[in-house]
Antibody, heavy 119, light 110 residues
Framework: EVQLLESGGGLVQPGGSLRLSCAAS????????MSWVRQAPGKGLDWVSA????????YYADSVKGRFTISRDNSKNTLYLQINSLRAEDTAVYYC????????????WGQGTLVTVSS | QSALTQPPSASGSPGQSVTISCTGT?????????VSWYQQYPGKAPKLMIY???KRPSGVPDRFSGSKSGNTASLTVSGLQAEDEAEYYC??????????FGGGTKLTVL
């Protein structure tokens, strides 16, 4: 069964940092482009970042460039999102999804991890 | 990039058909055949229903269909069932390695 399981969310103060993880199973992770998509409470979906299967190609939404870093460890079948200089508007459920920005075809999603930015 | 425009709500009775629109520009919906549709139940992760405008992933009922005309994409749900009541989001590739989503449409089965 194809599965994605996020972790690492929590309550953080403005200006703080977190690292989100997404453990993948049931498919060839190293061959699969992966993305992060977030959803603020009661709001719509918002694409954040994408990374190729090899990790060589990375893209970010303008709203997170310079603050977020996507990476992956194919030996551990794990995707990461390092989020720095957190702002209140970064409060959201963060989903990892199997798929790439160039076609927007996200065929598998994790259950999400909640990041709350508040003092 | 601005979000794609979807109606906030849509509704239909069981057995009827309903169409949800997703309006963008020539820089996103109109410029690429990379429109996807997602279904989301409250508190759950989104599920891919349509990709590349009109293709259905394995396991998605053929009651769901997608189309595009100009800068507007559409999702049609035929033979509405109670289980179709959910939030639906469209997305489109927007060039320059960016992706935009619509604001979502709450589908109510009356």
């Amino acid at each position: 069964e194809v599965q994605l399981l996020e972790s690492g969310g929590g309550l953080v103060q403005p200006g703080g940092s977190l690292r989100l993880s997404c453990a993948a199973s049931g498919f060839t992770f190293s061959s699969s482009a992966m993305s992060w998509v977030r959803q603020a409470p009661g709001k719509g979906l918002d694409w954040v970042s994408a990374i190729s299967g090899s990790g060589d190609t990375i893209y970010y939404a303008d709203s997170v460039k310079g603050r977020f870093t996507i990476s992956r460890d194919n030996s551990k079948n794990t995707l990461y999102l390092q989020i720095n200089s957190l702002r209140a508007e970064d409060t959201a459920v963060y989903y990892c999804a199997k798929g790439y920005v160039s076609n927007g075809r996200f065929d598998t999603w994790g259950q999400g991890t909640l990041v709350t930015v508040s003092s | 990039q601005s979000a794609l425009t979807q109606p906030p709500s849509a509704s239909g009775s069981p057995g009827q058909s309903v169409t949800i629109s997703c309006t963008g520009t020539s820089s996103d919906v109109g410029g690429y055949n990379y429109v996807s549709w997602y279904q989301q139940y409250p508190g759950k992760a989104p599920k891919l229903m349509i990709y590349e405008v009109s293709k259905r992933p394995s396991g998605v009922p053929d009651r769901f269909s997608g189309s595009k005309s100009g800068n507007t994409a559409s999702l049609t749900v035929s033979g509405l069932q109670a289980e179709d009541e959910a939030e639906y989001y469209c997305s489109s590739y927007a060039g320059s390695n960016n992706l935009v989503f619509g604001g979502g449409t709450k589908l109510t089965v009356l």
